[in-house]
Structures are given as C-alpha cells and as structure tokens.
C-alpha cells in the first residue's frame, strides 16, 4: 500500500542566505495492508515530514513514495487529488477549516453527495462523544480536544485504505484515547495501511504492529 | 477531469512595461485555482486575458466549449461569440461589486438581466429565478425590488454572485472578491463561495492576495511575481512547502494562514 | 412666397446631399442609427433641429407640407417651423394630414392612416433607447451591432417590478425589422401600432445626437413587452367631447378652476375632419 525509496527531504531557506536544513535521508518504508506502523523518535526527527511526504504535502528532495499504486513525488496536481480523495486519509496536529460551517458539516462534507452522510457523521460525532449543542455551532470555537475529534470524525467517515494520523490523540481524555483508539484498531482490522505517530505510550501499544524508530540528522 | 481552460505562452506589455511574460497553466473542470502575488505582479491582467476581456500580445487561451470542444478565445471565436460565452457559461465578480452590477436598477433585475439577455421574455420566470437565487445568495428575497445602493456591501457581493450564476455558468473568474470587506463579512461569503462552486462543480480562478483565501478555496494555486508564474502547485503544497524564495517570503510574512 | 436670399430649403446643397446619403444608408439598415454632420440651424437644439435639416434635404417645389407639435398645427413649434420653410422653400402647406406628401411632426403620428405617397419625419430628442440604462456610447454601439438587446427589458421588468405594468408611455422601444432596436420619438406609446407596416416612408432626425435613422414602408415594426404582460395602448373612459371619436388619442383638457375637465382629440386636423363631417350631415 505503502513503499518508500531511500526518501531525502531538505528545506532550502532561501530567505535566510540559502540555508539547507536536512530532514530526512534514505528513509525506506513498506507499510501494507492491515499494518499500523508507529513512527518514534525525538522531535525534530522528521516523522511528521515524513508523514507530509507520505500525503504529497511536502516535495520530497529525492527518492519515491509510493501511495496505492502512485507515484507520489512525480504525480500530477490532478492525481495527487484523485489519491487523496479515493485513497489517503490524513488527521494533521491541527484543524482547519472554513469559519462559518458548522462541526456536523465539517464531517458529512467529507461524504457529500451521499443520503446517509448526515446521519453517518451524527453517528460518529456520538461515539467521538461531541455534545449534541456543538453541532451545529463553527469548530472555530472549540477547544483542542474537541477540534481534535471532529478532524478524526471527517478523517474516518470515508473508508479510506491510507490512514496518516500525526498525534491524533495527543489532546484527548482517557475515555476519548479508548475509542479514537478502537477506530484505529477498526480501521486496520478492515485493511488499512497506517502510519502514525503516537506520543501516548498506550495508545501506541494498543494500535501498532510495527515501531520504526527514527533520529534526527546530525 | 478534463481541462476547461488552458493558457499558453501568455504575454501583455502596456507599452514598453511587460504586464504578464511566459504565463503558461490549466484549469480543469470543477477545480478552483488561486492566483496569489503582490499588487503589480500581473494577476489582474493575467485574468482579463483568459476571461476574453484583453487580447494578450502572445500566446493561445483556449476553452473547452459545451459542444464544440477546445476554442481559442481570440482566434477561434468572435467578438460575438466571446460575450455570449461570458453571459451565459462564464460568470466574472469584480473586486469591487459596483463595477459588477447595475446600481440604477432592482436586485431582482441585476439577477434577471442574463435571463432576459439570453432570450427569457417572461417576466413570472424571471421573477422566480431571481427570487430563488437570492435565497441561495443567503439574501432576503422580500428585498427583490430594493436598488443595490440600499445594500451593504457584503450584500452586494452575493448579489453580484447570484447575477453570475442564474445562468449555470461553469466557470467563474474572481478578482479579490472578498478583499473590500469586513472580516466577518469575508468569512460569510468566503463560506458562500466555497459551498457554491462545490454544489455546482464550478471551475474559478480566484486572483487574491490574500493565502487564507486561497487555502480556504482553492485545490491549487499560482503564485505570480513581476508578470511571471514562478511556482504551481497544490494550494497546501505551495504553502506548506514553497519552493521558490519568493514564495517562501510570501508565505513567511503573513500570519499563518 | 419664397425669399431668395436663402438657399432652396435653407440648407447649401452640399449638406442636403451629405444627409440624402445619411438618409439613404438609414433606408437600407432599417433602425439603424447613421451619424451625419449635423449643421447649426436658426433655432435652438431641442426645436427639431434634426427633424428641420431631414425634411429640408427631401423637400422639392412640388411637395405639400403639414407640420405637427404634439398633434397640432397650431402651436408655437408647429407655426414656426411651417412658417420657416414656407419662406425657404414657398412650397405649398396644408393642416389636412391627406393631402400632404410630407409631414414633419413632433411627439404624435396623425390619426388618419398614412399613405404610399408619403414621408412623415420625426423629430427626435433622443436617439440612442439604451442611454439611460447604459451610458456608454462605445457600449451601446457594440450592443446594437451584436443585437444584445437583454437590457432594454430589464427596463420594462422594472417597470413592472415597480408599478404592476409596463408603466412606460412615451418613447416606448421598438424592435424594426426583427434586428435594430429603435427609439420612435416620443409618441405615445398609442401610436407605436401604427408604425408598423406603414405604407409611407418615415424618417428620424436628431439634431443635437447628430443621428438619422428610418423605418421603410411596409417594415415591420415590434414593440417589446413580456409573454406574461404583452404591449397595451392607452384607452379613455372618455370621448372626444368636440368630435366624439373614441379611437384617437385624447388630451385631457382642464376647463375651470373649479375641477371641471373634459377629454379632447390632440389629433386637431382629424377632429376638425370629424366635426366638419357631422355638420354636413346635420
């Protein structure tokens, strides 16, 4: 589902006389099917890079990553779209989304079109335990726990195969750890490659297969 | 998703100073692009030469018609042609919404004109497409037949938006469209536009300077700069990841957008 | 009696020739507005310049001229302008609508139905009907030459927005033949009808705008209007109270200081025609 090549990432500051600020480096990975891999390492080791790599978001320097049968790094802006929407899910550290809409549309836009898309998304904000008042109010004004869930409720409406979770319980209560946890579980349990960073001990016990460590670049 | 508009080789001077040099993109169906760059980098112009509302001194501007496929703007078409396409399959909202609407007639005119421009001579239909529109501009449509002067301006510009769409345009070109608001007014029609050129799979080309804006509506971007492209990407590619220097100045000299 | 210090007609014979071709361009693109090189003439713009220096470039020694302001010939406008040419040109003069080969008029076509043999011109103040909506003369140009006509019913969907019907009167947009939008003078709407399909070759001039335009004989003459509310012309409660006619068009006439009122036909040769024709058979 997954495969990385001897993947390199560096920044080039060329606002601040050029510098070079390396990242990554011969970074090779295979995640497939049904494996949840947690990445582990001190911060600035470049998981979360890599992570942005994995979903396009950052251009790799050199090296190939593979997402569901595309080529990342040489996709077109057109494919790389295409695999997002059919394929890679993706819960950043934080929320963004539109001022005015509303928590319940954030999570059934992600299904539009769709009959059920409303009464999926009331469903999963009930498991994600959101107060019902909230629904209908802007996440804008959410606290971090609560912005959180509602980026792990539009992330896990689709079914999608690719799953990249940057801390997705970093600022969640024991009882919502337990059952963003038991998604994930879920999601790999139906087939999906995962790769995430989990700062929680537990939570990354219960959900990896695989630890990968990384360290930073000396 | 097929290309709806496609810009090759594209180039203005207004005398000796080049206005845009080399500009080269595509636009496909459904997808919303931003063009981001300081004042004076030729986003203006830029847009004026696809919208078919300046003939560039180089370079083609070709547009997948509904049933005669690929047409150059300047070659292919008539001066005839080319404002039928911009009344009835193209939509073009001004920065500022005065430049874009009849201030001397109705709401419900402004809305109406395309109708009747394309032939619509019954004035019961007309009134209900503009009501209708209003509403989904998220204006009262008790104010139907109040001038424009009486309007805010957020209200302007969802007027000036419904008066685009009535005919079920599919692409719309935008210069700063929000930049002469309040910011909670941004925000409304911010939200407005993005659910609209969703729910109906518009294609626009959104020039602004602001990145927020761009992140908040459009899929990719380009990012301009004395005339020229210097970087084109995916909107979250271009700013998380900005290659060119300029960019990366753009993109370090806001707030995080 | 002709005064033979003028020129025939008072224009020189340069510049009736340069608006006989104006005139004949405007025959060959039915409401097709031509610019010509309007002259200064001896009376303010507003007067019926354009109306003057048409009629003076078709005049000949032979023709029978009627001049009418608001369907009169006795008015200040009306006298003043017969008067003008009978000294310039000492052709014959006539108030029976008939027996004149030309007829220059100011705001009415006359009542009784034209005929073949004839050429009404009219006076126009404002030539272009998309001014007020769109200011813009290169604009309007463009739109009468790719027959983009969408606005002028935005101004009849406001009139409706606004009073319940189209509340336009005078002045009232014409499409000719099917292609140029047209301003018809400011008639009344009343008479739009009866340009359509004239037999007689009808004429505009505008003086100040520096326009000629025509509608041929036998050309089709439209007025726009919406499926939901079609073109209507003015009707009276009232007859004419001297000739009792309840098809011409009425001014409403004040009587008293005391509100009394009563209608009478502004067409005054036709209802002299009609009264004089009741004495006869009285």
């Known amino acids: 589902m997954i495969r990385v090549r001897e993947l390199a990432k560096t920044f080039t500051l060329h606002n601040q006389g050029g510098a070079r600020l390396p990242v990554l480096q011969g970074v090779s990975l295979e995640v497939g099917p049904g494996e949840c891999v947690a990445l582990q390492g001190p911060s600035g080791a470049g998981k979360s890079t890599l992570l942005k790599c994995l979903y396009g978001n950052y251009k790799p320097t050199s090296g190939s990553v593979t997402v569901a049968e595309t080529e990342v790094t040489s996709a077109s802006d057109q494919e790389l779209l295409r695999l997002r929407a059919s394929s890679v899910g993706y ?87 337990v059952t963003v946890t038991a998604m994930i579980n879920e999601a790999r349990e139906a087939g999906a490659a995962i790769v995430g960073i989990f700062h929680d001990q537990k939570v990354r016990e219960a959900v990896a297969t695989r630890i990968v460590e990384m360290e930073e670049l000396s | 998703m097929s290309v709806i508009l496609e810009a090759r080789g594209l180039a ?11 500009v080269s993109f ?125 309007f805010s301006g957020g209200m302007r510009q969802r007027l000036q938006i419904a008066r685009n769409l009535v005919t079920d345009p599919r692409l719309v070109f935008m210069d700063e469209p929000t930049s002469g608001l309040d910011v909670s007014v941004q925000a409304r029609l911010l939200d407005l536009l993005r659910s609209l050129t969703r729910a109906l799979g518009l294609a626009a080309i959104v020039v602004t300077h602001d990145l927020a804006v761009a992140r908040l509506l459009a899929q990719r971007m380009l990012v301009m700069k004395g005339g020229r492209i210097v970087e084109q990407g995916l909107t979250d590619q271009v700013l998380d990841d900005p290659q060119h220097p300029y960019t990366q100045l753009l993109v370090s000299s806001v707030l995080q957008p | 009696m002709r005064d033979e210090r003028f020129n025939f007609a008072f224009l020189d014979e340069r510049s009736k020739r340069m608006i006989r071709r104006a005139l ?44 009418i302001d608001q369907g009169a010939d006795d008015t200040v406008n009306a006298v003043n302008i017969r008067r003008f040419f009978q000294r310039t040109t000492g052709v014959a003069v006539t108030e029976r609508a008939p027996e004149a080969t030309l007829i220059q008029t100011r705001h009415r076509i006359p009542e009784t139905p034209l005929h073949e043999r004839q050429i009404i011109v009219y006076q126009v103040p404002v030539p272009e009907p998309l001014q007020r909506l769109e200011p813009r003369e290169a604009e309007t140009r463009r739109m009468h030459g790719l027959a983009e006509y969408g606005l002028m019913h935005v101004k009849l969907y406001e009139d409706i927005a606004r009073y319940g019907h189209i509340a336009t009167t005078y002045d009232y947009p014409v499409m000719v033949n099917g292609r140029y939008l047209t301003a018809p003078s400011p008639i009344p709407k009343f008479d739009n009808p009866k340009m359509n399909m004239n037999p007689a070759l009808q004429l505009f001039g505008a003086g100040r705008e520096k326009r000629i335009y025509a509608i041929p004989p036998y050309t089709r003459v439209e007025s726009l209007a919406f499926e939901d509310h079609p073109f209507e012309v003015q009707r009276w409660d009232a007859a004419c109270a001297l000739c009792g006619s309840r098809e011409s068009f009425l001014d409403e006439v004040v009587t008293d200081d005391r509100g009394g009122r009563l209608f009478m036909c502004s067409d005054t040769d036709y209802c002299a025609g009609r009264q004089a024709a009741k004495a006869a058979a009285a």
């Open chain 2, 12 to 22: 203005k001077r207004f005398g000796e100073r080049p206005a845009i040099e080399d």
């Open chain 1, 91 to 177: 819960v950043s550290q934080f929320l963004r989304v539109i001022p005015r809409v509303p928590a319940i549309d954030v999570v059934a836009d992600e299904v539009r079109g769709k009959p059920e898309a409303r009464q999926e998304a009331e469903q999963l904000l009930l498991r994600l335990r959101i107060p019902m008042r909230l629904w209908s109010v802007p996440p804008a004004t959410f606290s971090g726990g609560e912005q959180q869930r509602i980026n792990i409720a539009r992330t896990f409406i689709r079914k999608k195969p690719v799953l990249l979770l940057d801390e997705p319980t970093a600022s969640l209560d024991a009882e919502n750890r």
């Open chain 3, 24 to 67: 004949l361009k405007a025959i060959a693109i039915p409401g097709y507005q031509v610019p010509f090189g309007s002259r200064e003439m001896p009376l303010p713009y507003g007067w019926g310049t354009g109306g003057i220096q048409v009629t003076a470039s078709v005049i000949g020694p032979n023709d029978v001229l009627k001049v």
């Open chain 2, 26 to 150: 595509e636009l496909h169906a459904g997808e919303v692009l931003a063009v981001v760059g300081e004042s004076g980098s030729g986003k203006t112009t830029l847009l004026n030469c696809v919208s078919g509302r300046l003939r560039p001194d180089a370079g083609t501007v070709r547009f997948m018609t509904r049933h005669e496929g690929l047409k150059e703007l300047y070659a292919d078409l008539s001066e005839a042609e080319r404002r039928f396409l911009a009344r009835t399959d193209w939509g073009y909202v001004h920065q500022r919404p005065e430049e874009g609407l009849r201030m001397n007639v109705s709401a419900g005119a402004n809305v109406g004109e395309r109708l009747m421009a394309l032939g619509e001579r019954h004035y019961g239909r007309i009134r209900t497409a503009a009501t209708d529109w209003l509403s989904r501009v998220e204006m009262d449509p008790e104010r139907i037949d109040d001038s424009p002067r009486t």
